[in-house]
């Protein structure tokens, strides 16, 4: 049965702190996000955790030294660090202190969240709520995220895969509006308005290739957001 992990992000910048919490929430995971080394340390002390996510450069702790400290209480809880140094000796030192993986910002959010997952299964050995977030059944159709084909009555359809991503985003929060912002930092990573406009070629794209299924519908809730309706 499909397990939901806790993970323990500590991320000082706000911005991306937020965002990839954001994603790995959507993602089936459970995340404590803190803001630098101390209090994470503290967040690790008063919960139990399955993977920790630890940027190198934190105020009053960095992370290098906090994973120093959690390994004193946890040999075996998995690590992954991020950071903007792209030196070999970081990624050595990282390594050395049982570091599972290393990620040098600036990183695409998609292959963050394929690293979590590599690394929770290699460890774990066991499947997780996100092997789940990639095949969907809604309405009268079907989406195979992992292979980005859409299949309504037998007939499917290939996706790009940013019109995999946007699809994915809505289906994972059917029936709910998905905040437009929140679709351009998770899937294009920035905002603004050429990216907003290039959204809107990609929902009308994707309302054109659920038209063969009634039972779904992409509404545009204004000045929010979209969202996916689904009669089951």
Not at 150 to 165: R, V
Not at 207 to 215: A, C, E, N
Request: net charge neutral; glycine share 6%.
């Amino acid at each position: 049965m499909p397990v939901k992990y806790n993970l323990l992000l500590v991320e000082d910048d706000e911005h991306l702190g937020f965002m990839l919490k954001d994603n790995l929430e959507m993602a089936g995971y459970n995340v404590r996000l803190s803001r630098d080394g101390e209090k994470g340390l503290t967040a690790f002390h008063n919960d139990n955790y399955h993977l920790c996510i630890l940027d190198v450069m934190l105020p009053l702790k960095d992370g290098f030294s906090l994973a120093q400290d959690l390994r004193r209480y946890n040999q075996k809880i998995p690590i992954i660090f991020l950071t903007a140094k792209n030196q070999k000796e970081d990624r050595i030192k990282g390594f050395k202190l049982g570091g599972d993986d290393y990620i040098t910002k600036p990183f695409s959010l998609e292959e963050f969240l394929l690293r979590v997952e590599a690394v929770l299964k290699r460890v774990y050995d066991r499947p997780t709520l996100a092997d789940q977030k990639h095949h969907f059944s809604m309405g009268k159709s079907s989406f195979d995220y992992s292979n980005q084909m859409l299949t309504i009555h037998g007939k499917s359809t290939p996706l790009t895969n940013k019109e995999a991503q946007l699809l994915r985003m809505l289906v994972m929060n059917k029936n709910q509006v998905v905040e437009r912002d929140v679709i351009m930092k998770a899937i294009w990573e920035d905002e603004g308005f050429f990216v907003a406009r290039s959204m809107d070629v990609f929902i009308s794209k994707l309302r054109k290739y659920l038209i063969g299924d009634p039972s779904l519908k992409i509404s545009n809730i204004h000045g929010v957001g979209y969202r996916l309706d689904v009669v089951d």
